[in-house]
């Protein structure tokens, strides 16, 4: 079981918690959401980086003593926490974060006395990793000198081969995506490709947009087409049956053709992604990149910041679903964050779909309870995290344990407030029709 901590960073005075299939966080404004969702990215790319590493020693083969695991990554682990975090300068040198990728297994972050980042490997990771770096350069192939053929199926190959044998060190085989809020812009800026500078872009934007890139080509016919470029006989899910129901929530099919990108409307309207409204631009790669994920069945952890952004409450619903329907159907874990009391509503109902699954003997094979909620949506309770952060910088968790659901005192605070609010302006009506009555 993975397990994130982390000590002084940001507003985030300590938070520790257990990486489970969902992980859900709420908490007002700068209260730490995305510092631990950053936190979490952070320490996933460490894995892609030293993958990275093994692969220029197995086919460089330039091993230099002095520049060996885990120094020679410590420079770019270092570059991705600067661009994630900021200048080191600035952090409270109380500063400490450590990610458990599996008994043994893990890795720490703290500051040296000046201030730099100091990163530490798990005893055991350390000599897995050794290990494995010296066997690589022992029996490196120089790929440059085979035939020019078989050079790029050769690299495939030995790509394939290290991320395999990282991943059964780590114990961890999913890959890992984060898709930030305000997707609206990000979505505008997209069509303006040849003209962004992506140096000049953050490291999370960055990468979303061009994993984006990557997989706009799949949709030349369509939302609904898509899965023709993934055949397969073993789905799990029926792809006419989500593309369907991703179709309904964006209210149009998403194609990206030579001529431009557009939405298809009632079958025949063409709407450029430009004039589509902002919840549609929220949504369309939220979206696709999990359907993506679900044809290709890549397991994967996803980071969703604010799946509710711009759209209206009952497709809130539709969103949230779908995204725990992903999860459960590619064996992926997801992390998200909202505002939304209507969210985390949802949340609760799948909460407790999955506590009764776990509860009645029998339910899920209940025609009865199937019909009520499809299990691909259930939330279980061994399988589910959910935190709401405090300004102070302390958090509390929101399910209870006993009850089988979610605090309902902290799903919606807010409505208590307004009742109250709306109960002091009511009874000062009546009295001031009373006072009106005596005169």
């Known amino acids: 079981m993975q397990k994130i901590e982390i000590h002084h960073l940001g507003p985030i ?10 992980n859900l966080l709420i908490g007002e404004q700068a209260t730490g959401k995305s510092t ?7 320490f996933r790319l460490i894995k892609e980086e030293i993958i990275a590493y093994l692969y220029d020693i197995a086919t460089d083969g330039n091993l230099d003593c002095r520049k060996r695991l885990p120094r020679v990554l410590n420079k770019n682990i270092k570059d991705i926490f600067l661009q994630l975090f900021g200048v080191s300068w600035y ?26 980042l100091d990163v530490r490997y798990s005893p055991t990771l350390y000599e897995y990793l050794r290990d494995l770096e010296k066997e690589l350069a022992m029996k490196r192939q120089n790929v440059d000198r085979m035939d020019f053929s078989f ?43 040849t003209r962004v ?35 397969s006989l073993e789905r799990d ?10 179709i309904r929530g964006l209210k149009g099919d998403y194609h990206n053709t030579r001529s431009g990108e557009y939405l298809i409307v009632d079958g025949e309207q063409r709407i450029p992604i430009n004039y589509a409204s902002s919840g549609q631009q929220e949504l369309l790669w939220l979206l696709n990149q999990l359907y993506i994920l679900m044809l290709r069945q890549e397991r994967a952890f996803v980071i969703i910041e604010e799946p509710e952004a711009h759209i209206y409450p009952t497709l809130q619903k539709t969103v949230f679903e779908f995204i725990a329907e992903f999860a ?18 949802v949340a609760n109902a799948l909460y407790y779909g999955g506590h009764l699954a776990r509860k009645i003997p029998g339910a899920l094979e209940d025609e009865t309870f199937q019909e009520i909620l499809s299990a691909r949506k259930f939330l279980y309770p061994e399988q589910f995290a959910a935190w709401k952060l405090e300004q102070d910088g302390s958090m509390q968790s929101l399910i209870d344990v006993e009850f089988g659901d979610l605090r309902s005192s902290l799903i919606d605070e807010v409505s208590g407030e307004i009742e109250r609010l709306y109960s002091k302006l009511y009874y000062y009506e009546v009295e001031h029709e009373e006072k009106q009555q005596k005169d």
């Open 328 to 345: 459960n159907i590619n064996g992926s874990k997801v992390l998200v964050t909202t505002h939304s009391p209507y969210t985390l509503t």
């Open 13 to 22: 005075e300590e938070f520790t918690s257990d990486l489970l299939q969902m």
């Open 151 to 193: 050079v790029a199926q050769e690299r495939t190959r030995i790509n394939r081969e290290i991320r395999n044998r990282v991943n059964a060190i780590f114990k961890d085989y999913l890959s890992t995506y984060y898709i930030p809020a305000g997707r609206q812009l990000l979505v505008l800026l997209s069509r303006q490709r």
């Open 237 to 246: 899910f029926s792809a006419e049956e989500i593309s369907q129901n991703l």
């Open 91 to 116: 952090l409270d040198k109380k500063l400490f974060m450590r990610y458990g990728y599996a008994d043994g297994i893990y890795i720490e972050v703290s500051l040296s006395s000046e201030k730099y």
């Open 197 to 231: 500078d992506y140096d000049n872009i953050d490291l999370v934007n960055r990468r979303f947009m061009q994993f984006n890139e990557s997989i706009q080509g799949y949709f030349d016919h369509g939302i609904k087409k898509a899965h023709e470029y993934y055949p």
């Open 36 to 42: 631990i969702c950053k936190s979490v990215y952070f």
